[in-house]
């Protein structure tokens, strides 16, 4: 069982940064690999970013935000740099077992954080 508790989100201006931390309980979290999913209000939640074997990113944020994970704090994070108003959403952790297999879905993963909102102003 991996419990998932997302932080850092806040209101900012466009080109602005923040960074999203989500801490994880449970004694597996290194086997796991770590996702960043965002929803805008009446949009679908869409992909971000995930950290596996590799990292991979969605074309909107793709040179602009930055996985890591900190096995050691249990602790994946989320660097957003260069902010735009159409990255204002709810950004969710989620976590799946295993590291090989690269998802992108959100129903692929098993544990979700309860979301921190992220709001850029224009």
């Not at 805008?40 to 890591?68: H, L, N, Q």
């Not at 704090?73 to 297999?101: F, H, R, W």
Request: glycine letters at 10%; charged letters at 20%.
């Amino acid at each position: 069982q991996v419990q998932l508790v997302e932080s850092g989100g806040g209101l900012v201006q466009a080109g602005g940064s923040l960074r999203l931390s989500c801490a994880a309980s449970g004694r597996t979290f290194s086997a796991h690999a770590m996702g960043w999913f965002r929803q805008a209000p009446g949009k679908e939640r869409e992909f971000v970013a995930v950290i596996a074997w590799t990292t991979v990113y969605a074309d909107s944020v793709k040179g602009r935000f930055a996985i890591s994970r900190d096995d050691a704090k249990n602790t994946v994070y989320l660097q957003m740099n260069s902010l735009k108003p159409e990255d204002t959403a709810v950004y969710y952790c989620a976590a799946y077992s295993g590291k090989i297999n690269i998802l992108r879905n959100d129903y692929e993963y098993k544990y979700w954080g309860q979301g921190t909102q992220v709001t850029v102003s224009s």
